[in-house]
């Protein structure tokens, strides 16, 4: 789940800020700020590619759909030129309205991968 992992990098990167620039063992002073800014960039990094992919994954899923809507679309507004073309009009016009269940239950998980999005 992309939610879960971006959070948790997210919370990753608070934790990281959190932590003290120094520490001092005994006589010994350690600077570790290349440290933490390495680790907070990594998380950053790990965000970004995260959302990254998941912004690809839903625009290729609403191309598809689009493409779909589009290509359906103009093959159904074409005029029969005779019974044949008009049959395999009508033909595709049954497995659509076949298909309109299974084309609707995909809208919920492509519009949950933009809430996401948009939370992010």
Do not use: M
Not at 18 to 26: A, D, L, P, V
Not at 95 to 111: A, M, N
């Amino acid at each position: 789940n992309y939610d879960t992992d971006v959070t948790k990098y997210r919370e990753q990167q608070a934790d990281i800020q959190g932590e003290q620039i120094t520490h001092t063992i005994n006589f010994i002073q350690i600077d570790c700020t290349l440290l933490k800014t390495a680790l907070s960039n990594h998380c950053t990094q790990w965000q970004n590619k995260l959302l990254g992919l998941l912004n690809s994954n839903a625009q290729r899923e609403l191309f598809r759909l689009h493409d779909k809507f589009e290509s359906n679309t103009t093959t159904l507004r074409t005029k029969p030129l005779s019974l044949d073309h008009l049959s395999a009009l009508i033909n595709t016009l049954k497995t659509l309205q076949k298909e309109c269940p299974s084309i609707e239950e995909s809208f919920q998980p492509l519009e949950e991968k933009y809430q996401v999005l948009q939370k992010f």
